[in-house]
């Protein structure tokens, strides 16, 4: 993804208004998913950055699908950059189809769905600084029920086993200044989202909690961590803003799931973040790119496609990284159990 040119972003800058002062209040968004066949036993299919529209996209999805046929699946996960190079404009865009229903229709379970930065795209794609791309996929989520996003950060209960909490971070690390001045990092909708986060996580009385969001908190890929995204020059599009996001979870939340970069990752609990375990699942319609960070990982595959399952029982949490060849055929590469 580039950035915008820095003379066109400096131009941006000195006529962007003012950050508002005033207070946001959240939605308190829901989602209701279907109840899984056995209460105690969910199974999670989840890709990221999958909309691309490519043979790799259908061969991941393929191979999402024999997963689920062989091992079961209750619900999908995606993980944002829904679409390449940008999002649709209106909910009749026939990306919906052609990205979404066309390909995922055949593993006939709902996906909890959540926006990224080329999704919220404006004057270039992937900039992340036009939020209406995310409403726009959150209105398609009343068309097609198997698309649940019902708000640009929602709780979605999966029975008292499991919980998912799904942010928009897409705001807090725009490439260029976002549209609406109360969302720009910092501003009052980023601390209410925050707030929203911790407090939802607080309350919560599910076994487990996983909290999904497109940028990485962790991540040795191409963009590298939250606070430091792409080394870029100005503060707001490093991503400080995300990881004071995800700040709010580190030690409630059990796993924080991302894509951002097109790879496949795993870190256990970090100092900055004791008590939650992250994952990176963003190479479901593209790979690229290789390690450059050094932040010792529980598992890491870079240059390859691929996507994570998640079993999810009251005693344990088991992921497995599947990546997906050049032939279309999914090898497992990776398993790693979390336990209570």
Known sequence: MRAVAPLLLALLLACAPRASTAEVTLARAVARLPAPHHPDHVRVVVMGDQGTGTSGQRQVAAAMGRVCHRDGCDLGVGLGDNFYPAGPKDVSSPL???RFADVYSPLKVPFAMVPGNHDESWLNGGDGADA???EVQVAYSAVNPQWVMPGRQYRAPVGPLLELFAVDTTPLATYA??????????GSWARAQQAWLSGGLGTSRARWKLVLGHHPLFSNGKHGDAGSYDQLPLAFQRGGAVRDLYGAACGKADLLLSGHDHALELFAPQPECPGTWTAVSGAAGKAEGARRG???AAFEVYGQLGFVWLDVTPAALTLRFYTVGADGRETLAHTETLRK
């Open 96 to 98: 919906f189809r052609e």
């Open 132 to 134: 209406r791309g995310a």
């Open 177 to 186: 200044p976002g549209l609406r001045p109360e969302e720009r990092p910092g």
């Open 294 to 296: 050094t932040r010792p």
